[in-house]
């Protein structure tokens, strides 16, 4: 936009260069017109400045973004892309928001803060994981996270290149990203790849870091680091390359400087009894490690960093003597470079010093001949064509020899770690994809530049070119995929400055040719350099300098010195050394040197990862490879592994170089950016349309500038395109895409303005008509102001008068009542002393009298008492002769008529007449019955009569009420005022009497108080002393008061100990459930390997869940049970099975047991139809009679007792109906009419009793005639079969008319006994009917005393005034609602009652008939009895059920796999919660019952391995594991309940405690049980917030609860990248009904399945600090969700949250408190953020929040238009500085994984174990209840 001079125009902002900080801001305070040569502007300190504009030196200068876009994520947002902006950007970010991650474009820059921040915990980690790139604030985790989602979805390697120069913070960001990748891809098995990897970097550090002046933790080489995946994308294995690692450091450290950590941390642990024979002490005391002159770094303990060094040594398999034989190498080149080396003849010779002791300790460390290292390091081997000459070394060449042999150690050592790490994390697993991780040097510029200088900066050229590739192609996609025309972006190319370096007879190359040379010098190689490279564009020769060379990078000109070039690039060790360290007596030593021939190859086309250390060396041999020949090498292998994957950038910048926290020095920032690419991404996107936006968020930004006809339409595209169109005259400013619309550099800042025009015109409007309805509202109120004044003074003066004229008037009436009083008080003293002698001699004689009477009154009562009494003796002996003599007479008269009644019973004659009699009989009782219900009805219509002239008599009384109250209003005035006058009268004639009484009590009072002053003294001395003793006593109590406090504190203290022991205990136990289940994983895997095709043997004893138990236990069923088998075979699958020949084997042998057991039922049959034809074919005999008589005999029972349960259901239902009904209606005037309802419904119920009873003698009647009938027919068989006697007189008499006699008499006894029960039930129906009519009379006299006392009532309120009228009638009220509670309470208790009464009867008939139908079943089978053996009413008495259920030893198994294996909550859904743990109960009563402890041990252990297989079968099933959760739980409570323990049977019911457990304690099951509830609500936990978490960021903080308030802000770069999935259509949003929906069902899942109630609120309180530390994390992670719209979004989700506790009632259950940070949260998003009262009412409102925490909130808040102000850094110094007396955590984001401690309150069950129905689709038939 320089060109765009329109734009140039007053208070236009503007960036003009500066000396001191780069770039500085200015504002132009006139036009600028084309063709001037100066711009006025101002700067910020108002002062002005004429700038100098020419056509080719100064151009226009850079134009400053909006307010609004200052302090984006991503650089590439900002409408205007330059140089300034971009340091602005960051400078801002980092120092007033202290974000030290941005974006630009692909690259993160990551700035140093020199601080620790609390922004890298795993919680950051779960924050970021499965989140877009882009839609959370930028991070290092960000990137990690988007090379992961690359991986696993596009299927193709990524890298992560990160870079930097030293001390800009390259290793961590690095580490960081490993531990997300560590976290999560954790490996997938127990290998624990994952923190394998992790404990590389301690390792690495310790050995490839130092101190050096710019960074205290710098690494001192190059490493990738590739992390191998699964196909399921889990951590497999790692590998490490390593380059160029800085050797020098380990003999020569500048000044403040220090040698690798390695040998400060040996040193420092010494004193370890492990490391005695090292020999080693402080630091300071060798050579190699106090050249720096400090052997420390502030805040870091080296024992400490020793611990973790050994410490990942042993988790990366190296063994206790390796690590040993390690530190002695390290240790042995510390005591190298102590060994004194003494000069001969002026220093051309030299030698060691006979007993020096370092030199031992070298040769004693490494394994050494000493005489011979001694030798060696004095002296050198000089080899020509003919000869070897031994010559002696300098000093100097000694000393140097000495330090090449250490560095070399040093090297080999460091190579040969990295190899063993690499061995360490070689997986032999199939590896799918890596992900590598490049830590490498930035470009570097000292003062002095050698070759290591050189060689990092060759790599960065070529990762430079690389970069500009990778984002040119970038940009070419995007265009080409939204079909934006290219064209050809002109961009930096590095490949002359490559071909410089690495080019045929280019540097390198002619450096390797004169390390050749035998006597090849740094002067030759420069002089060949300034002849071979002068014409380059890239090579410079120094004025003032033959020694050096210049190369111009890209980032900068870099002047290297050529000192050492030669020596660095030939690393020269002499021969005779390395043979003596070859032959060293420790293996490591020796193997650190042996030869190796297999070289890396550089040009593979597989990638393969492996280490690229330096080869060893050839000594001898011209060919070797030089140092520079194997960087370029391993920089070729490198770079082909970096294009065949997709990279990521992370650009690491320094921001000062003093190591100041938050200190941003802008010349150096600059300086990097240029160096590392940031600004050539800049520039290339700025060449293009940098600014970029989706038509649906353009359309939401800028609808305010379209017209309303434009709004209508629904074609957004068309839209936005007619508004650029009308805006933007220039179409090359703007492009359509598919998706997007592309924008030049500053057109969003154009169209910025525009809209903050249209802003600030509606502004101003919205101003004016306010500011007039104020100035309107002002005068009104000053009108209204002086009018009240006016009122109130001449009302003050009105009122003065009056007080006047009142005061006048009071003086009068003073004096009159004092000469009233003066002269009353006279009479009145002489007649008071006359009453007082009349009251004292009427009192005497009065006394005298009372006495007389009540001596009298004594004497009678005890008169009275003695008299009575022997008149109730004589009584009692009169009434026991009588009794006596009544009940002898009695006995004998019952004697003679049973001894009758038996002579009449055996006569048939009789049985005939009773018949007839007993048929009128029932007639007659018909009669009478129909003759009662007429009766009934008749009542009925007389009580309803009553009842309405009850209802005509009230309606009367109301009328008459309300003419009275008319009357006595009419009257009432007149007769008040009399009565006042009246009261008047009186008043005043007290009132003399009181003033004469009061002068005569007055002077007798004056003398009382003259004794009573002296009293008084005398007292006072007193308590002065008891105000002394009462101070000490509370000086007293103030000290044990104090103690108290303690003691509570203390008690706080031991309740919050205890939570957190609690807790300790669960993260243990769920520990151990995750050990157990990793151990179940194993053994499962170990079988499935383990199974083969073949026969194979099992234990014949071994159970099938013993294998799971963690308890002892016995074995249930062999191997062999054909049950085992068969689940068996469904748990392998049918191809596994079959495989098995033992399996086939036992199903093959179950299958011929079926089928001999197939054939032997069928004989049966057979056998049984032929019997019943042979049966049918004969003539029929009196048994097939006696079996009709039976079966109808049965029916005719089951059908009464079919009807009496017919009527006890109706019975039931009808109770349930009237107590629902009294419990809805707190009308107490409907009290009358429920209860004649509930009478109605008695009588209705016994009329319809009465019909069953009718039905029920008509079957009996025939009975009686069939019976009859078949008696005829037998006797008429008989007389016609039966031979005449005289014809056949041998042939005796046939015995059947005596067994017909014998049948009859029973017949006869059986109707007998009917008719008696049918005469008492008519009788007592008939008293039940009496009973009823009389509750009808009572009810109706009842309600007349209620009628009459309502008018008496209603006459007495009358008669009260009306306030006490008020008064009476609420109490009235309260009385009659009391007492109608009380009787209503009373009433559900009585109902509740007979409902427990019914229902238990009702089981007991079920029961019944279920065992009448068994019986009728067993006699249709076996027809086979010879006599019909029935009473009609004796039933047999049912044993009571005692809640146990008996099962078998080998039913255990089906027991298990009906109740738990195969178990569906539905299938229980509709019976008592927790059914299974009922039933699992009584069968553990039943054992315990029969004393059989293996029995028990088995069951339960068994149930509990049961369980568990469920849940882990189900991990997943929110609905199961709340089933089991509850069952669980409450077969705990059951084993507590009835564990006989007094603490637990406090509730219990006396039928309960004698259900309690006899023989065993099972305390120890209990624990195991109350274990398992704690893995199970563990599991429901990770359910539940599995099934939540996605549901959170969306429904609490993007979907819109409340409409128009979203708004849109520019994005950048990383919302249009690559990161979402288009094809997918990216993720799902949630609303936030939808989450309290899924937290709807949670509940009612959890309260169905019959939970505790407590803990359903703990399990609901967890998921809302799932819920809170959810959004409250991904708000302090995202900056465009921190604006006053979405504070208000936010808090209006919390409180619909809210509202969704207290319609559950859950409000109290500690969760609303969960959510108390996220609404503090949106709280202070809304509240004004500008004044120190603003500050203050923050720090009080935000309590839940921790300081960081507020702060971050305060740097995140966004405003999202010009009109909101950002929060000043002053404001929140402010806020931090009132917060510094807070101890709050560190830790800035949420613990998303907390889990309050669950504790499981005992909750005993009300319910009795007898009253337990066991449902028959259980198919739980082998169970017998007990």
């Known amino acids: 936009m320089k060109n ?478 939204e079909q934006i025309p290219w064209t050809l972006i002109d961009f930096y190319d590095n490949q002359p400055c490559i071909d410089l370096i690495e080019a045929r007879l280019g540097i390198l190359d002619l450096l390797d040719e004169e390390c050749k040379v035998p006597k090849g010098t740094d002067t030759n190689w420069a002089q060949k350099l300034y002849k071979q490279h002068s014409d380059s564009a890239h090579f410079q020769k120094p004025r003032m300098s033959n020694m050096s060379f210049i190369i111009i990078h890209f980032a900068d000109q870099v002047e290297y010195q050529c000192d050492g070039f030669l020596e660095k690039n030939r690393d020269r060790v002499y021969e005779e050394q390395i043979n003596i360290l070859k032959a060293s007596q420790s293996q490591l030593v020796a193997d650190l040197f042996h030869e190796k021939n297999d070289a890396p190859s550089t040009k593979s086309s597989k990638v393969n990862v492996r280490a690229a250390k330096t080869a060893p060396r050839a000594p001898n041999k011209e060919h070797r490879k030089t140092v520079g020949l194997q960087f370029r090498s391993s920089l070729q292998l490198l770079m082909e592994t970096l294009n065949a994957t997709t990279p990521h950038y992370v650009r690491c910048i320094k921001p000062n170089d003093f190591k100041e926290a938050f200190t941003f020095d802008s010349k150096r920032a600059v300086q990097q950016l240029r160096a590392c690419g940031v600004l050539e991404t800049i520039r290339i996107s700025a060449a293009g349309y940098p600014s970029r936006w989706t038509y649906l968020d353009f359309f939401s930004r800028y609808r305010v500038l379209m017209k309303k006809s434009d709004l209508m339409s629904s074609d957004r595209k068309l839209v936005c395109r007619k508004l650029l169109e009308t805006l933007i005259k220039d179409s090359d400013m703007f492009q359509f895409g598919k998706t997007k619309i592309f924008f030049r550099a500053g057109q969003v800042a154009y169209l910025e303005k525009l809209r903050a025009d249209k802003f600030r015109a509606a502004c101003i409007m919205i101003q004016k008509t306010v500011r007039g309805w104020l100035q309107r509202v002002r005068y009104r109120k000053i009108r209204k102001m002086a009018i009240t004044l006016q009122r109130y003074g001449r009302g003050y003066l009105a009122r003065r008068y009056a007080e006047y004229l009142r005061l006048t008037r009071a003086a009068i009436v003073c004096q009159k009542q004092y000469r009233m009083v003066r002269d009353r008080r006279a009479y009145l003293r002489t007649r008071q002393a006359v009453i007082t002698i009349q009251a004292y001699a009427k009192g005497m004689f009065t006394r005298r009298i009372y006495w007389q009477f009540l001596l009298h009154h004594k004497a009678m009562i005890i008169q009275k008492n003695v008299r009575g009494w022997m008149q109730r003796r004589k009584f009692r002996r009169a009434r026991n002769a009588a009794i006596i003599i009544q009940c002898a007479f009695r006995r004998m008269r019952a004697k003679r008529q049973l001894k009758q009644l038996k002579i009449e019973a055996r006569s048939a004659e009789h049985l005939k007449n009773l018949n007839t009699g007993m048929e009128n009989k029932i007639v007659q009782l018909q009669r009478k019955m129909d003759d009662q219900s007429k009766d009934y009805k008749a009542q009925n219509v007389k009580l309803q009569q009553v009842n309405t002239t009850l209802e005509s008599e009230v309606s009367k009384m109301h009328k008459e009420l309300e003419v009275i109250r008319g009357q006595q209003g009419d009257g009432g005035q007149l007769t008040s005022l009399q009565k006042e006058l009246e009261r008047l009268r009186k008043e005043l ?226 109770l349930r109906k009237n107590i629902a009904e009294r419990a809805a209606e707190n009308n107490p005037n409907n009290e009358l009419q429920d209860s004649y309802n509930l009478l109605l419904s008695q009588l209705k119920a016994a009329n319809e009793e009465l019909d069953a009873r009718k039905e029920e003698v008509l079957i009996l009647r025939t009975q009686i005639v069939s019976s009859a009938q078949r008696q005829e027919q037998n006797e008429q068989v008989q007389s016609e079969n039966v031979p005449n006697v005289s014809e056949v007189p041998d042939v005796p008499e046939v015995p059947e008319v005596p067994e017909d006699k014998e049948e009859a008499l029973k017949a006869y006894q059986g109707l007998a006994e009917s008719k008696r029960l049918l005469e008492s039930q008519l009788q007592s129906l008939t008293r039940q009917h009496k009973d009823e009519m009389d509750a009808l009379l009572t009810q109706i006299e009842l309600l007349k005393d209620d009628i009459e006392k309502k008018q008496e009532l209603l006459s007495y309120t009358m008669s009260l005034s009306p306030e006490a009228q008020v008064e009476y009638s609420i109490q009235q009220e309260i009385t009659r609602l009391t007492n109608d509670n009380l009787d209503l309470k009373e009433l559900v208790e009585k109902l509740e009652k007979n409902e427990r009464k019914l229902k238990k009867q009702l089981r007991i008939y079920m029961k019944k008939v279920q065992e009448l139908e068994a019986a009728q079943a067993a006699a249709l089978s076996s027809r086979s009895r010879p006599e019909l053996t029935r009473q009609v009413t004796v039933q047999r008495k049912e044993k009571d059920f005692e809640g146990m259920l008996e099962y078998d030893k080998e039913d255990e198994v089906f027991l298990l796999k009906s109740l738990i294996t195969d178990m569906k909550p539905t299938s229980v859904s509709a019976t008592v919660p927790c059914l299974p743990a009922y039933i699992l109960f009584m069968c553990i009563r039943h054992a315990d019952y029969i004393n059989d402890d293996q029995k028990v041990e088995s069951l339960l252990t068994s149930t509990i391995n049961a369980i568990k297989k469920v849940l882990k079968k189900n991990s997943d099933d929110f609905e199961m594991t709340s089933f089991w959760l509850a069952n669980t739980s409450r077969l705990l409570h059951c084993l507590k309940q009835y564990s006989g323990d007094e603490a637990f049977m406090t509730q219990n019911s006396p039928k309960q405690n004698e259900h309690c457990l006899k023989n065993f304690d099972l305390a120890e099951y209990r624990q195991v049980l109350s274990d398992l509830s704690i893995q199970i609500y563990q599991q429901l936990i990770k359910v539940a917030e599995g099934i939540i978490q996605p549901m959170i960021v969306s429904a609490m903080l993007e979907s819109e609860s409340i409409p128009s308030l979203a708004a849109v802000k520019p994005t950048g770069y990383r919302n249009r990248s690559s990161s979402m999935d288009m094809d997918s259509g990216g993720p799902s949003s949630y609303t936030l009904e939808a989450l309290i929906r899924q937290l709807g069902q949670f509940q009612s899942m959890m309260s169905e399945h019959g939970l505790d109630p407590e803990i359903v609120g703990q399990v609901i309180r967890q998921l809302f600090h799932c819920i809170n530390a959810i959004t409250l994390n991904n708000l302090l992670l995202r900056k465009d969700v921190c604006s006053w719209s979405k504070g208000m979004q936010l808090r209006y989700n919390t409180s619909q949250m809210e509202e969704w506790l207290r319609s559950h009632n859950l409000y109290q259950s500690k969760a609303a408190e969960s959510l108390e940070p996220i609404i503090q949260a949106a709280q202070l998003l809304q509240v004004k953020k500008k004044t120190t009262q603003d500050a203050e009412a923050i720090c009080s409102l935000c309590s839940a929040l921790t300081t960081q925490q507020i702060v971050k909130l305060l740097n995140l808040y966004t405003p999202l238009n010009e009109f909101e102000e950002r929060v000043t850094v002053s404001f929140i110094r402010n806020i931090q500085n009132r917060l510094q007396e807070r101890n709050d955590p560190p830790q800035l984001l949420v613990d998303t994984k907390h889990t309050f401690p669950v504790l499981f309150p005992y909750t005993p069950s009300a319910l009795s174990l007898d009253g337990m129905h066991i449902p028959a689709s259980l198919g739980l038939d082998f169970l017998v209840r007990v």
């Open 4 to 481: 765009n001079y329109n734009l140039y125009v007053k208070f236009t902002r503007v960036w003009i260069p500066d000396p001191e900080d780069v770039w500085t801001a200015a504002e132009i305070t006139k036009d600028y017109k084309l063709g001037e040569t100066v711009l006025h502007i101002k700067l910020e300190d108002e002062t002005p400045v004429e700038y100098p504009i020419g056509p080719k030196s100064n151009a226009l200068p850079f134009l400053r973004n909006p307010d609004i876009l200052v302090g984006e994520n991503d650089l590439t947002a900002l409408s205007y892309l330059h140089e300034p902006a971009v340091l602005h950007n960051l400078k801002v970010r980092f120092l007033e928001s202290n974000h030290i991650y941005t974006y630009c474009g692909i690259v993160l820059v990551a700035i140093n803060p020199y601080d620790q921040l609390q922004i890298y915990g795993e919680e950051v980690i779960n924050a970021y994981s499965g989140q877009n790139m882009g839609d959370m604030d930028p991070h290092i985790f960000a990137v990690a996270e988007e090379a992961y989602k690359q991986m696993a979805r596009d299927e193709r390697n990524q890298s992560i290149i990160v870079s930097g120069e030293s001390g800009a913070g390259k290793t961590v960001s690095a580490k960081y990203a490993m531990r997300f990748f560590a976290t999560v891809g954790g490996s997938s098995n127990d290998a624990n790849v994952e923190e394998k990897v992790l404990a590389s970097s301690p390792i690495m550090e310790a050995i490839g870091n130092a101190k050096t002046t710019r960074n205290d933790n710098s690494s001192r080489f190059g490493k990738y680091i590739q992390i191998g995946f699964s196909r399921h994308y889990h951590i497999i294995g790692a590998n490490m390359r390593t380059y160029l690692l800085e050797k020098s450091r380990v003999v020569f450290q500048a000044e403040d400087e220090r040698n690798y950590h390695i040998f400060y941390q040996l040193c420092a642990s010494a004193s370890l009894p492990e490391f005695k024979d090292l020999n080693l002490t402080s630091a300071e005391d060798f050579t190699y490690t106090s050249l720096g002159e400090n052997i420390f770094i502030e805040g870091v303990n080296d024992a400490e960093d020793f611990k973790k060094t050994r410490e990942a040594f042993s988790l990366l398999g190296v063994k206790e003597s390796t690590q040993s034989n390690i530190f002695k190498v390290m240790a042995s080149i510390l005591h190298l470079g102590n060994i004194e080396i003494c000069s001969d003849r002026d220093g051309e010779m030299c030698h060691i010093s006979k007993g020096d002791s370092h030199l031992s300790d070298f040769c004693k460390l490494l394994g050494v001949e000493h005489k011979q290292m001694e030798h060696w390091l004095c002296h050198r081997k000089l080899a020509t064509t003919s000869e070897t000459y031994v010559k002696a070394m300098s000093h100097k060449q000694a000393s140097n020899a000495r330090d090449a042999l250490a560095k070399h150690i040093y090297a080999r050592m460091f190579d040969w770690i990295v190899e063993h790490i690499n061995l360490a994390l070689h997986t032999s697993s199939k590896q799918h994809s890596f992900i590598g991780v490049l830590d490498i040097y930035g470009f570097e510029t000292f003062e002095i530049n050698s070759f290591e200088q050189f060689c990092i900066n060759y790599a960065n050229e070529k990762l430079q070119q690389q970069f500009n590739s990778h984002v040119f192609k970038l940009e070419q996609e995007e265009y080409m995929k």
């Open 989 to 1214: 004639q007290e009132a003399h009497a009181q003033r004469k009484k009061l002068e005569e009590e007055h002077s007798s009072e004056k003398m009382s108080l003259q004794q009573r002053v002296e009293e008084l003294e005398t007292e006072n001395t007193l308590l002065k002393s008891e105000k002394e003793e009462m101070n000490q006593k509370i000086r007293q109590q103030v000290k044990t008061s104090a103690e108290d406090s303690n003691a509570s504190q203390r008690e706080v203290s031991l309740q919050s100990e205890l939570d957190a022991e609690r807790q300790r205990y669960q993260n243990l136990l769920k520990e151990f459930s995750k050990v157990e289940l990793r151990c179940e994983n194993l053994k499962e895997e170990l079988s499935l390997t383990k199974f083969q095709p073949g026969h194979r043997r099992n234990e014949s004893n071994q159970s099938s869940l013993e294998s799971d138990s963690n308890f002892p236990s016995v074995s249930m069923s062999e191997v062999g049970d054909t049950e085992d088998s068969i689940q068996l075979v469904e748990e392998m699958g049918m191809e596994k099975a079959a495989m098995d020949i033992s399996l086939f084997m036992k199903l093959q042998k179950r299958v011929r047991e079926l089928e001999q057991e197939k054939k032997r039922l069928q004989s049966t049959v057979d056998k049984m139809e032929d019997l019943a034809k042979r049966r049918g074919s004969e003539a029929r005999s009196p048994t097939s009679d006696q079996e009709a008589a039976d079966l109808t005999y049965n029916n005719l029972k089951r059908e009464e007792l079919e009807s009496e349960n017919k009527k006890l259901k109706d019975d039931l239902n009808t």
